[in-house]
């Protein structure tokens, strides 16, 4: 039962990887859209008046995804609770213990998530 767990576990935390960079992504590709506007309607001699509104759509875009992080961020915290109320206690990284990460998992989330181990 324990293995079982510790399995869901993990399919949880990828997916929780993956969203939390999924915002993280979101958020960098808006800010980068956010400043390349202005720069883009300079380089043409346009006015300051072009493109104003959607300048400010694009920082509410930003605030909207920051709101997202601070949610996702809170959903950490929380699963962090239930992994101790489903036994697991604290999980830590200890090296590469061989262990498989679970299917579907991304290289990156493999690096991240090599041999968890459960601490007593």
């Known amino acids: 039962m324990l293995k079982e767990r510790r399995m869901v576990a993990e399919q949880v935390a990828g997916a929780l990887f993956e969203a939390e960079a999924a915002i993280d992504a979101a958020i960098s590709k808006t ?19 072009i493109g ?18 601070r949610a996702i961020v809170e959903t950490h915290k929380e699963l962090s609770v239930v992994q101790g109320q489903i ?3 604290a999980v830590t990284m200890v090296g590469d213990g061989g262990e498989k990460p679970a299917p579907g998992m991304t290289e990156t989330h493999r690096v991240r998530m090599r041999a968890l181990r459960v601490a007593s």
Do not use: F, N, Y
Request: charged residues 20%; without cysteine.
């Open 31 to 49: 800010a980068h859209l956010t400043g390349v506007m202005p720069a883009l309607r300079k380089q043409v001699g346009a006015s300051a008046l």
């Open 52 to 69: 104003q509104d959607a300048v400010e759509r694009a920082s509410q875009a930003i605030m909207a995804l920051a709101e997202a992080r």
């Open 87 to 89: 036994g697991l206690g």
